[in-house]
């Protein structure tokens, strides 16, 4: 071979040798990369679909250098949010989050009996919640008495019914302090039997006014259903008072007529009020109305506790609790049928007494009874008597005297005969 043959082929090896070394040094830097970053082969090679990075690996031909250090993390903030302020639930949202809540009824005598719808409520709220249910004394109707416990729920309705017989929107105006608890949440109205169409709407006023100022709690109008007794009614009045003040009415008169109610409910002990049927209906009503969730009725169970009526009244009268028939346990004994009848004997009158000169009478035997008496015989007086006229014994002086006629029995008396004169 030749020399310049000779030094082109080493020139060629030696090419190819610092070619190998190179590719090596290329895969060796590669290698410390992915395994100090997240890049991958792909991510490597294709530079502008990689994610951006901090680190810079050695020099391709520095194969002593060692690993690079760890890398270092930047916490980026999060954004910020805006937080908008929201308005408190309302009565039917906070109902549903189980919140203790206390409603206040002020009305008539048609929430005024236990019969009534206001205790029917009660007891429908009862189902889910506990439920202290107070009324005004008998001896104090502006002082409630001790509360009714109903129910058994983690969460508790105070229901205070200040509903009195005769009661009026004014009255219940000038006593607000007496009737509102504090933290009261909502106010029912409920009046119209004991008013006329000449200060309904006045009384309302006044008593929606005192109220605004002076709770914060949710007020609704509850519109009665028509009265039953031939006076006037007053429902549309009401209807046409809450739209002029923009109070929000639970409208009972409505229901009860689409469904054709108002005929069935009438009571037949007040003819103001309803029956059991219509007040429970009504409890319904006012539970969907003001807390946006309707309760079954109550089944037929054990029944609650009645309470005392607020006031005594010629139209209510007050009705005495009837304690439940008492189930009866074990085995009763067989029935025995009483004796056959038999009749009493007959009536013997009691022997005549005997005849008073009888001699068998026996003296311990009750005298007889005195005969009736007899009309006397009339006796006529006697003649009067005179001396012989030859009797020298005779006083001339003296007249001749004649004796009083004898008196006889009074009724039968008769004139005496006249004296025979000489």
């Known amino acids: 071979m030749r020399d310049d043959e000779l030094v082109t082929t ?103 009996d236990p019969a009534d719808w206001v205790r029917a409520w009660a007891e429908l709220l009862a189902q889910e919640r506990t439920v202290e249910y107070r009324t005004p004394t008998v001896s104090d109707p502006t002082v409630y008495g001790d509360p009714v416990v109903l129910g058994s729920g983690e969460s508790t309705i105070h229901v205070f019914n200040a509903s009195l017989v ?28 004991s008013n006329s169409s000449d200060d309904l709407e006045d ?12 709770s914060d709690a949710e007020l609704r109008t509850v519109v009665q259903p028509p009265r039953q007794d031939g006076l006037e009614q007053l429902t549309e009045i009401t209807r046409e008072w809450a739209e002029q003040a923009d109070a929000p009415v639970i409208d009972v008169a409505e229901v009860f007529d689409d469904e054709g109610l108002t005929f069935l409910t009438v009571s037949t002990r007040d003819p103001l009020s309803v029956n059991l049927a219509g007040a429970a209906r009504w409890a319904q009503i006012v539970q969907l109305a003001l807390f ?11 029944p609650q506790p009645i309470v005392e009526p607020t006031l005594p009244s010629a139209t209510q009268p007050t009705e005495e609790p009837v304690d439940p028939p008492v189930e009866p346990t074990g085995t009763p004994p067989p029935y025995t049928p009483p004796p056959p009848y038999t009749p009493p004997p007959p009536y013997t009158p009691p022997p005549p007494p005997p005849p008073p000169d009888d001699p068998t009478e026996d003296p311990t035997e009750p ?52 004296a025979t004169r000489f």
Do not use: C, K
């Open 203 to 214: 009384e309302l006023e006044q008593l929606w006014s005192a109220l605004e100022d002076e």
């Open 367 to 418: 005298e007889p009874t005195e005969p009736e008496p007899t009309e006397p015989e009339p006796t006529l007086p006697p003649e009067p008597t005179l001396p012989p006229p030859d009797d020298p014994t005779e006083d001339p002086s003296e007249e001749p005297t004649f004796p009083f006629p004898t008196q006889p029995s009074p009724g039968h008396w008769s004139a005496p005969e006249a």
């Open 10 to 112: 080493r020139r060629v090896r030696g090419a190819s040798l610092g070619l190998v070394i190179i590719m090596m040094n290329i895969l060796l830097v590669a290698a410390l990369v992915i395994a100090t970053s997240s890049r991958s082969v792909s991510e490597l090679f294709n530079p502008d679909d990689a994610a951006p990075t901090d680190l810079e690996g050695p020099a391709p031909d520095d194969v002593s250098e060692t690993a690079p250090p760890a890398p270092t993390w930047t916490a980026v903030p999060p954004p910020t949010r805006t937080e908008t302020a929201t308005e408190p639930a309302g009565l039917a949202g906070r109902y549903a989050d189980g919140e203790d809540l206390t409603v206040v009824v002020l009305g008539d005598q048609t929430g005024s």
């Open 292 to 302: 946006d969730h309707e309760i079954a009725p109550p089944a037929e169970a054990d």
């Open 166 to 193: 005769g009661g009026t929107p004014e009255y219940a105006a000038e006593r607000l302090d007496l009737y509102l608890p504090g933290g009261t949440d909502a106010v029912l109205l409920n009046f119209g039997r």
